[in-house]
């Protein structure tokens, strides 16, 4: 008896995936149930497309296998009454039941769950059918993503691109403003040309324009400001103006970095410290100021707790008049306590201490130190002498004497005034002064300053002696 039109047949599935615009391409090789081939046959094929377990679309298919039993069909393309575009992908698992008649009527091939396929094809379509979705919309050129979002637009051509619930809520005709985020943007009405990112950012702007805002709630309070620029949580919060920048990650008024862009008035405010770390050649300055102008430039160093506030000033002035050229230093509103002009003139209004040495001139020598001694002789000098030690670190070899100059408390040389000499005076009666410098001769060697005053009517006399010592 022959059995091969009454034996059961089955399809090897050898593949499935997507084709063209709609539907996917099935791939099969066809065997009766021996494992013969049934090659080049009419046979009929039968798929059934089940959402969870209810069917949804069922076509059939007529084909003639080839020489090796093999059939390529495309679901989609089959014969039905149902439309294969409505299938929801999207919702439920979706399974495929395939029959086949190979000359005894239709048997059951089994049934099996789409994978990855068709969730493909409808995540495409998602993709260019925006307006599908619930929460979304396009409109001439603009597109809005959330609840709420673009609500109030006008439909002409704005161009706007809104992501987050109630972003560009209320915008009419504002055009090519960027927000994402929750409420970002959300009471503009007509502002144009923002760029804001961060939940609630410019939530409150109603026509301000050319802002770039980063942070959630930045720039939050300012209704119509225009040309700012804030990146950080919070930054700009409290701002309501034009053409600020604001640099922080807080609420701050007084933030890490604040700036101005008014024409005129550009300038930037660090409220910090401020460090350049860089490595240089030593051939180029590791910062830089240029100053834009024939007018001078000036650096200020301030400080805002003191009465006169300048601390220090740096003034550069390209004139032939170099004097306008200087570095002062500033103590209080009386002047300055240190000014160094461009024509070579210093000038000090105090004391001026030195700790090195000092030269005075290209040829000078260096000038270590420069000390003043007083006292009183311990008796008359007469025709002898008063020695007094050398100071530390001084000696006959580098100690110069600049001034000297003596009194006495009786009438003689001098009187009762200073008098003052670097040598012998003679004034008759054999008076005279002078300051010798040396060595005593007992004990051996002993250095020593030797003050003399040859009057017989001094009991004393008060000295004050002035030392300079060289290096």
Request: hydrophobic residues 30%; charged residues 15%.
């Amino acid at each position: 008896m022959k059995t091969k039109n009454t034996l059961l047949a089955f399809a090897l599935l050898i593949s499935l995936s997507t084709f063209a615009q709609q539907g996917f391409n099935y791939k099969a090789l066809i065997k009766d149930n021996l494992g013969n081939m049934v090659a080049n046959q009419n046979i009929t094929v039968q798929f059934s497309i089940l959402e969870d377990v209810a069917i949804v679309y069922t076509e059939t298919h007529t084909p003639t296998t080839d020489a090796n039993g093999l059939v390529n069909l495309n679901i989609g393309e089959g014969t039905t009454s149902d439309d294969f575009s409505t299938i929801n992908w999207g919702s439920d698992d979706h399974f495929l039941n395939v029959q086949i008649n190979i000359g005894s009527g239709l048997t059951d091939m089994g049934t099996i769950q789409f994978m990855s396929v068709p969730y493909a094809k409808f995540a495409e379509n998602s993709i260019t059918e925006i307006n599908n979705l619930t929460d979304a919309k396009t409109i001439d050129r603009s597109i809005y993503l959330g609840n709420g979002s673009g609500n109030a637009d006008d439909g002409n051509d704005n161009q706007n691109t809104a992501i987050g619930n109630n972003a560009l809520k209320y915008n009419t005709n504002g055009v090519q403003n960027v927000a994402v985020g929750e409420s970002t943007l959300l009471s503009n009405i007509s502002g144009e040309r923002n760029t804001v990112i961060g939940q609630s950012a410019m939530r409150r702007n109603t026509t301000g324009s050319n802002n770039t805002v980063i942070g959630e709630d930045a720039m939050y309070n300012n209704l119509t400001g225009s040309g700012n620029v804030a990146i950080g949580q919070g930054a700009g919060n409290g701002e309501l103006g034009d053409n600020k920048l604001y640099i922080d990650n807080s609420t701050t008024s007084s933030p890490l970095i604040w700036g101005d862009f008014t024409d005129g008035n550009e300038k930037v405010k660090i409220n910090g410290k401020f460090e350049i770390e860089t490595a240089n050649s030593g051939t180029q300055p590791n910062l830089n100021l240029i100053h834009d102008g024939n007018t001078g430039a000036r650096i200020n160093f301030t400080n805002t707790d003191t009465t006169n506030g300048n601390v220090w000033t740096l003034y550069g002035d390209t004139n032939d008049t170099n004097i306008n050229s200087s570095f002062n230093l500033y103590h209080s509103n009386t002047g300055n306590i240190i000014t160094a002009r461009g024509d070579g003139r210093v000038t000090v209004n105090g004391d001026l201490v030195v700790s090195n040495t000092t030269k005075i001139g290209s040829s000078g020598v260096a000038i270590s130190e420069v000390i003043k001694l007083t006292g009183t002789t311990g008796g008359a000098l007469g025709s002898g002498s008063n020695s007094i030690p050398y100071p530390t670190g001084y000696n006959w070899e580098n100690t110069y004497v600049v001034s000297f100059k003596v009194r006495t408390t009786v009438g003689g040389l001098g009187g009762t005034s200073w008098y003052t000499s670097l040598g012998n005076y003679n004034s008759g009666d054999d008076q005279s002064i002078y300051i010798d410098l040396g060595y005593e001769p007992n004990p051996a060697n002993t250095p020593y300053i030797k003050l003399k005053i040859s009057d017989s009517q001094y009991n004393g006399a008060e000295y004050v002696l002035i030392l300079m010592k060289i290096e």
